[in-house]
Structure formats: structure tokens, C-alpha cells
């Protein structure tokens, strides 16, 4: 197994930096964004396809679902339904069995190259984009109310894909892609920047990522070699702080 300690840039030293430990993968074709869905102790998968997918831990398709939009490229679990994305500022809720909810809306603040969605504990749809390259979070019906230039963060997150946040800390995890520094970027929940470490010893080009916060486990999307690599996941957290209980897990169990 490879262990990895990232580099922290905290101002106090942290009780515990982030560490990842592999500990599997597998093939699987094209993925560009993940989340975790407890209901069915499975990832959702968006391949920029008109089609998203919900395989099990080890990769087994269970059910597909579609979508008005024309592809699917960003993906995330909001309450008891998925909320989709087009890449393009177009996002879409449907149903876990891929019915509509609602027509299609656009995110406010004009052409956005969304690579990855998240729902953070208040409810705010936060997305990573990468042309412009942005952190933006926005209200549950698409009203701009933050946003972060990741250019001018020390190191720059020039190519931000996926996007996963920690329930239990509000740690936002940010995966940069090959064309970036193929690196994660770790933030605290208001976007200050806690620690980035490269992730090529593991992967080439990651492009989605997702938090089973209930077992401490890591999934990374790698588009080069088309795998996902599995990681037990330990957040940074300050000087003084206990160890997390485990958040939720699997409701199928």
C-alpha cells in the first residue's frame, strides 16, 4: 500500500495533516465525476455522456439514467435526488431512477466551464470550473453569492475537476487534472486553502472524486488508464482536535 502526507499551509500546526493510503482500483471507462450515495452504498458516475451510472464500490453497474440535458459532466447527491451539470452553467435535478423534477436552470454569472458539483452543509450548490478557472458557490436555486479565483492561490489550481466535501469537517477536497499539476488540493469550508499534494505516484489526469465518510475511504477518478483508485482518507484537522467518528454509511447494510 503507498502512504502519502500532504503539505499543509495551515498558519498553526495541524494535530493531523492529510494522509492517503491506497488501498484498491479498478478499470472503468471515462470517468469524469463521482459521488457517493449512501442509499445504495454506491458512486454515481458522469463520462460527459447523455447517460450518468451507479455502480457498486467494486465497479458493478447497477442502473443507468438520463437527463434533458445534452451530456452529463458533473454529477452530485442533494438530498434524496441527483443534481447534474452540463459543463456549460446548465445544471438539472432527476431522481435516482433518472426521472425529471424540474426544467433545466442556468447558474448565475455567465459562461461557466463547470467540471465538478458539490451540496455543502447549508444547502449551497458549490462548483470548480476551469475556464475561467473558479471556486463558486452558489444558492440552491443558481444565485451566485461567493467566488474564488484558484489562480491566485499559492500553488495555483489551474484545472480544477472534481469537487467532494467532508460532512464531518466541510473540507472541500479539489482534484486538478493532468493539463494542471495532477494534484489534490485540500480547503476548509469558506475556501482557504489547507494542503496540496500530486497524485501522479498514483494516477495520471484526475478528474472526479468522492468521500464515503463512513469508513474513512477516498475514491479518485484517474482519465488516464480509465480506473478508479480507492484511498482510506484522513482530513487535515488543527492542533487540539480528536479523532472523527465516522459520519453515515451504507443505509443498505
Known amino acids: 500500500m503507498r502512504t502519502t502526507a500532504l503539505l499543509i499551509f495551515a498558519v498553526s500546526t495541524p494535530a493531523t495533516a492529510l494522509q492517503l493510503r491506497e488501498t484498491g482500483r479498478y478499470e472503468l471507462n471515462q470517468p469524469a465525476s463521482l459521488d457517493y450515495d449512501p442509499t445504495f452504498c454506491g458512486l454515481w458516475i458522469a463520462n460527459e455522456g447523455p447517460e450518468a451510472v451507479l455502480v457498486t464500490l467494486q465497479g458493478d453497474e447497477l442502473r443507468r439514467i438520463s437527463s434533458d440535458l445534452f451530456r452529463i459532466k458533473a454529477i452530485a ?15 438539472q435535478r432527476v431522481t435516482t431512477e433518472g426521472v425529471t423534477l424540474a426544467a433545466p436552470f442556468e447558474l448565475e454569472g455567465g459562461f461557466a466551464d463547470t467540471e465538478g458539483i458539490a451540496i455543502n452543509a447549508q444547502g449551497q450548490i458549490v462548483t470548480v470550473e476551469d475556464d475561467p478557472e473558479r471556486l463558486s458557490w452558489f444558492t440552491s436555486e443558481g444565485v451566485l453569492t461567493a467566488r474564488l479565483d484558484t489562480m491566485k492561490l499559492s500553488p495555483p489550481l489551474s484545472e480544477p475537476q472534481g469537487i467532494a466535501i467532508d460532512p464531518r469537517t466541510g473540507h472541500m477536497l479539489i482534484v486538478d487534472d493532468w493539463e494542471g499539476s495532477n494534484s489534490l488540493y485540500e480547503f476548509t469550508a469558506d475556501g482557504r486553502l489547507l494542503a496540496q499534494q500530486s497524485l501522479l505516484e498514483f494516477g495520471v489526469d484526475p478528474e472526479g472524486i468522492a468521500i464515503r465518510p463512513g469508513s474513512n475511504q477516498l475514491f479518485v477518478a484517474f482519465d488516464g488508464g480509465a480506473k478508479i483508485v480507492t484511498f482510506d482518507y484522513t482530513p487535515t484537522l488543527p492542533a487540539g482536535s480528536p479523532p472523527l467518528p465516522p459520519g453515515g454509511d451504507c443505509m443498505m447494510f
Do not use: P
Open 77 to 91: 447527491i442533494e438530498g434524496d435526488h441527483l443534481l447534474l451539470g452540463d459543463g456549460l452553467g446548465s445544471l
